[in-house]
């Protein structure tokens, strides 16, 4: 079925109407999509303020934001490590697992910025796989949170200086004797320009002689720094989209910069429109998007901006259709029933997306994850349902065997004293799920799975309230059967 895109709304700043509020639905629909959800708490709060400043104080805060503090293995080469073969893999794989929970736990956190980071892992590919190096890791993982909302000419100039991409793409095998093109051409393909878009083979060739001498690495203790070795270096001229000098790796990026601003601004803000509006591109709106890229001297929090403020972003046509990945689905839900950080669900988390195609610094292939419809088919599906029903079962466990948090959830949506358990379960419903149910027998399903076996009399007597002790119970309940409607895949 194709994917088809019916918006009509324009960027200009969206002002709240009569036909097109300010409320619960558009509220959520901008925390799942900036970040990775809200609370009810805080999307009442949101909707205090206007929808520009709510966006402009999440832009804010994820620009000022530190990034995470430094491990203390963030430089260690294998000598740094324990001579016992054994235990050095120990350590090894104990700093990448953590390093990885510690990013689970920035996403839950710190909204948009590590939104952001996390878009980027997929854009500046590398695969831990690869290179196996935790000094490695974090440097690259620095990259990522340090440009996350910054300036995206020189994000492209850091990140292939990084050991984990000069790895990775065989940066440190380009020599002026031997040279290699694989960076040069996912640096056009894939990280600024697109596919067949604007370069030639032999832009790519000669590109990759300027790239040349990132070679300076100590095969006796690996995992250190990668150096520029100029003896490496292709001082002859090249010719690079018409330009031609003794370029080197600074100048390649200056002449891609200024000779295909128009194609990497396109490109770019094409995956961004993908990735945070609809998967079905309008042309029209990426073009504008582009412009302000290009005008903004390619600072990313210029066109976050102008997205997420837009008429079009809240547009109803765009909410509910995107498909999240794994870990965004489920940091998304502990998020938005306000379930505390707790380390043990974390690495879980990790540790079982990886198992479905989502394993944490390691993307499918140099191009990322497929994304979108891609997350969902007949083995991941019950993984996704199961696992929201996990850790609902984990957070019941570890309270002695309570669940205030799904209680108070509802409570926020509607009251403490609130007796009529349609009106609750419809704002449960259309809270969680983009566009609610499609028909009413659907919601009258998930009623009478809410009252369970409470007899009728209670709920029409007006005696029961969710202050009620068993209260959470119906809650899992309705959860439970929530989380395995097809809308729920959707944000």
Same mark, same amino acid.
Request: charged share 20%; proline share 5%; hydrophobic share 40%.
């Given at each position: 079925?194709?994917?088809? /895109?019916?918006?009509?709304?324009?960027?200009?700043?969206?002002?709240?109407?009569?036909?097109?509020?300010?409320?619960?639905?558009?509220? %959520?629909? !901008?925390?799942?999509?900036?970040?990775?959800?809200?609370?009810?708490?805080?999307?009442?709060?949101?909707?205090?303020?206007?929808?520009?400043?709510?966006?402009?104080?999440?832009?804010?805060?994820?620009? /000022?934001?530190?990034?995470?503090?430094?491990?203390?293995?963030?430089?260690?080469?294998?000598?740094?490590?324990?001579?016992?073969?054994?235990?050095?893999?120990?350590?090894?794989?104990?700093?990448? @697992?953590?390093?990885?929970?510690?990013?689970?736990?920035?996403?839950?956190? +710190?909204?948009?910025?590590?939104?952001?980071?996390?878009?980027?892992? +997929?854009?500046?590919?590398?695969?831990?796989?690869?290179?196996?190096?935790?000094?490695?890791? #974090?440097?690259?993982?620095?990259?990522?949170?340090? #440009?996350?909302?910054?300036?995206?000419?020189?994000?492209?100039?850091?990140?292939?200086?990084?050991?984990?991409? !000069?790895?990775?793409?065989?940066?440190?095998?380009?020599?002026?004797?031997?040279?290699?093109?694989?960076?040069?051409?996912?640096?056009?393909?894939?990280?600024?320009?697109?596919?067949?878009?604007?370069?030639?083979?032999?832009?790519?060739?000669?590109?990759?002689?300027?790239?040349?001498?990132?070679?300076?690495?100590? %095969?006796?203790?690996?995992?250190?720094?990668?150096?520029?070795?100029? @003896?490496?270096?292709?001082?002859?001229?090249?010719?690079?989209?018409?330009?031609?000098?003794?370029?080197?790796?600074?100048?390649?990026?200056?002449?891609?910069?200024?000779?295909?601003?128009?194609?990497?601004?396109?490109?770019?803000?094409?995956?961004?429109?993908?990735?945070? %509006? /609809?998967?079905?591109?309008?042309?029209?709106?990426?073009?504008?998007?582009?412009?302000?890229?290009?005008?903004?001297?390619?600072?990313?929090?210029?066109?976050?901006?102008?997205?997420?403020?837009?008429?079009?972003?809240?547009?109803?046509?765009?909410?509910?259709?995107?498909?999240?990945?794994?870990?965004?689905?489920?940091?998304?839900?502990? /998020?938005?029933?306000?379930? *505390?950080?707790?380390?043990?669900?974390?690495?879980?988390?990790?540790? *079982?997306?990886?198992? #479905?195609?989502?394993?944490?610094?390691?993307?499918?292939?140099?191009?990322?994850?497929?994304?979108?419809? +891609?997350?969902?088919?007949?083995?991941?599906?019950?993984?996704?349902?199961?696992?929201?029903? +996990?850790?609902?079962?984990?957070?019941?466990?570890?309270?002695?065997?309570?669940?205030?948090? $799904?209680?108070?959830?509802?409570?926020? !949506?509607?009251?403490?004293?609130?007796?009529?358990?349609?009106?609750? %379960?419809?704002?449960?419903?259309?809270?969680?799920?983009?566009?609610?149910?499609?028909?009413?027998?659907?919601?009258?399903?998930?009623?009478?799975?809410?009252?369970?076996? $409470?007899?009728?009399?209670?709920?029409?007597?007006?005696?029961?309230?969710?202050?009620?002790?068993?209260?959470?119970?119906?809650?899992? *309940?309705?959860?439970?059967?929530?989380? *395995?409607?097809?809308?729920?895949? !959707?944000?």
């Amino acid at each position: 079925m194709p994917i088809i /895109n019916c918006a009509d709304a324009t960027l200009d700043v969206f002002t709240p109407s009569g036909d097109k509020p300010w409320n619960r639905q558009r509220a %959520v629909h !901008l925390a799942r999509r900036i970040a990775f959800g809200a609370n009810p708490q805080l999307i009442d709060e949101a909707l205090t303020s206007s929808p520009e400043e709510v966006v402009d104080g999440l832009l804010d805060e994820a620009i /000022n934001m530190p990034i995470a503090p430094e491990p203390e293995w963030a430089f260690w080469q294998i000598s740094d490590y324990s001579s016992d073969e054994n235990e050095r893999d120990q350590q090894i794989i104990g700093q990448i @697992l953590g390093w990885g929970t510690r990013w689970l736990k920035d996403m839950q956190l +710190n909204g948009l910025r590590d939104r952001m980071s996390w878009f980027w892992h +997929n854009h500046f590919v590398t695969r831990n796989e690869d290179y196996l190096c935790p000094s490695y890791l #974090y440097q690259y993982h620095k990259l990522l949170q340090k #440009y996350a909302v910054g300036n995206f000419k020189e994000f492209v100039r850091e990140i292939g200086k990084t050991p984990a991409m !000069l790895i990775f793409l065989n940066g440190v095998q380009n020599t002026r004797v031997d040279t290699n093109e694989n960076y040069a051409r996912e640096l056009y393909e894939l990280f600024t320009l697109g596919a067949d878009n604007g370069y030639t083979q032999e832009d790519i060739v000669n590109t990759a002689r300027a790239l040349t001498g990132w070679n300076g690495i100590d %095969v006796n203790d690996f995992c250190g720094p990668i150096e520029f070795v100029p @003896l490496l270096w292709d001082p002859d001229e090249k010719t690079i989209f018409g330009q031609t000098g003794n370029w080197g790796y600074d100048d390649v990026i200056d002449i891609l910069f200024e000779q295909r601003a128009v194609e990497i601004s396109e490109h770019v803000c094409a995956k961004l429109y993908r990735n945070f %509006v /609809n998967p079905k591109e309008d042309e029209e709106i990426i073009i504008q998007l582009a412009e302000t890229f290009r005008n903004s001297d390619f600072n990313i929090a210029a066109v976050l901006r102008q997205i997420f403020k837009s008429e079009h972003f809240f547009d109803s046509a765009h909410i509910g259709t995107i498909i999240p990945g794994h870990i965004e689905y489920f940091i998304t839900f502990i /998020n938005e029933f306000n379930f *505390s950080y707790d380390e043990t669900i974390s690495f879980a988390l990790g540790y *079982s997306a990886g198992d #479905y195609n989502q394993a944490i610094f390691n993307p499918t292939d140099v191009s990322g994850w497929p994304g979108n419809r +891609n997350w969902v088919s007949s083995q991941s599906l019950p993984y996704r349902w199961e696992g929201i029903t +996990n850790i609902m079962g984990y957070y019941f466990s570890i309270q002695n065997d309570t669940i205030e948090q $799904i209680r108070e959830f509802a409570i926020n !949506l509607t009251s403490a004293s609130e007796t009529d358990p349609a009106h609750i %379960v419809r704002e449960i419903i259309d809270f969680i799920l983009p566009k609610g149910l499609q028909h009413e027998a659907d919601y009258a399903e998930a009623l009478a799975i809410f009252k369970g076996e $409470i007899p009728e009399n209670y709920f029409t007597d007006e005696l029961w309230n969710l202050t009620w002790d068993y209260a959470p119970y119906q809650m899992f *309940s309705l959860l439970t059967h929530i989380v *395995s409607q097809p809308e729920f895949q !959707l944000k």
